[in-house]
């Protein structure tokens, strides 16, 4: 029986697909002049009761491990909606990509896949931010483009971005499920 009486547990195939950004990332920088940031989150919605709390023992344990070893630094916030992010930097794009990727499995273990909402890696591309969001739900990336101090953002790039970036990445096709995603905390790491 589920821990979180969660739905049923997903397909590798669509598990895995956070790390395609990992192996597009060297064309993304060389060739469409997409630049990591050096950070990138996950987020969730926070559970209750024992069995999450072993959940969040076991992801931040993860987080520690990773920053023995690879020097990953991390930090937990809780954003002003009440969503928990896990915000990773690093230098090596690989390590952000993979320290998401063991969290997320670590909900999805757990029978908590349906708490996870998003991880976002944040680019910059000719001056302008640029946040490659994967969501757990579809398994699928694309891009959200926010317009700097204010709440709106740059369509025409996002669509430009999604169409250059579809060779590499699952790019989600219902423009209907590109939510924006604003104030992510990536000034914690």
């Known amino acids: 029986m589920p821990l979180f009486g969660g739905g049923k547990g997903k397909s590798a195939s669509k598990d895995d697909a956070i790390l395609a950004i990992a192996v597009a990332e060297p064309t993304l920088s060389g ?35 990773g920053q023995q070893a690879n020097g990953t630094r991390y930090a937990v916030e809780t954003d002003e909606y009440g969503y928990r992010w896990v915000l990773l930097g690093d230098e090596q794009f690989e390590d952000l990509a993979m320290g998401l990727y063991v969290v997320g499995q670590s909900f999805i273990e757990r029978r908590a896949a349906d708490l996870l909402l998003a991880a976002v890696f944040p680019f910059t ?65």
């Not at 060739?31 to 969040?56: H, I, M, N, V, W």
């Not at 999604?162 to 590109?178: C, D, G, N, S, T």
Request: glycine fraction near 8%; charge should be negative.
């Open 31 to 65: 060739s469409l002049q997409l630049y990591t940031t050096g950070k990138a989150g996950l987020t969730y919605k926070p559970g209750s009761g024992a069995a999450f709390d072993e959940l969040e023992h076991e992801v931040h344990g993860l987080l520690h491990s």
């Open 125 to 189: 591309h000719q001056g302008k931010e640029v946040h490659w969001i994967f969501t757990y739900k579809r398994g699928n990336f694309y891009p959200f483009a926010p317009v700097p101090e204010t709440q709106r953002r740059d369509n025409e790039l996002e669509m430009e971005l999604a169409a250059k970036v579809a060779e590499h990445l699952p790019i989600e096709k219902r423009l209907e499920q590109w939510f924006a995603l604003w104030g992510a905390p990536f000034d914690a790491v």
